[in-house]
C-alpha cells in the first residue's frame, strides 16, 4: 500500500503531527462498523441508539445484594467500558476527519474565491 508522503513522513518519524494525522486501525475497523449499520438502517442514525441499547441495557437497580446480579453486573460494568473506549476513540478520529475535512473545505472556498477575482 502506497502511503501519501506526508502521512508516511508522520508515521514514520512520529513528529508532533502524529496525533493529528493518524488514525489506527482498530479505531477505522469501529467506525467503518458503525457505517455500515447505518448503511443498512438507510442513514438512520437513531439505529445507533438500538445499538447501544442492546450493547449496554439499563436495568433498574435492586436494593438487595444479589450475588447473581453482583456477576452479571461486573460483565456488564466490562461491557460498558470496552463500548466507551470504542466510542471515545472513533468519536475523537471523527473529530479529526472533520477537522481535516473542514481544512480542506475552507481551502477550497479560498480557490474558488480567487478564481472568480481573476
Not at 508532533?16 to 458503525?34: C, Q, R, S, W, Y
Not at 444479589?66 to 466507551?84: F, H, N, S
Not at 472533520?98 to 474565491?113: F, G, K, P, S, V
Request: hydrophobic content about 35%; aromatic content about 8%.
Amino acid at each position: 500500500m502506497t502511503r501519501h508522503p506526508r502521512c508516511a513522513a508522520v508515521h514514520e518519524e512520529e513528529t508532533e503531527d502524529f496525533e493529528t494525522m493518524h488514525v489506527g486501525e482498530a479505531v477505522l475497523k469501529n467506525i467503518f462498523d458503525t457505517l455500515k449499520r447505518l448503511r443498512r438502517r438507510k442513514g438512520c442514525l437513531g439505529s445507533q441508539d438500538d445499538w447501544f441499547e442492546r450493547v449496554c441495557p439499563s436495568y433498574s437497580v435492586k436494593l438487595f445484594y444479589d450475588p447473581a446480579q453482583a456477576v452479571a453486573d461486573k460483565a456488564a460494568l466490562g461491557r460498558a467500558i470496552r463500548t466507551r473506549d470504542v466510542l471515545k476513540s472513533s468519536a475523537d478520529a471523527l473529530s479529526k476527519i472533520q477537522n481535516q475535512i473542514a481544512r480542506q473545505l475552507r481551502n477550497c472556498e479560498y480557490d474558488i474565491e480567487a478564481y472568480k477575482r481573476r
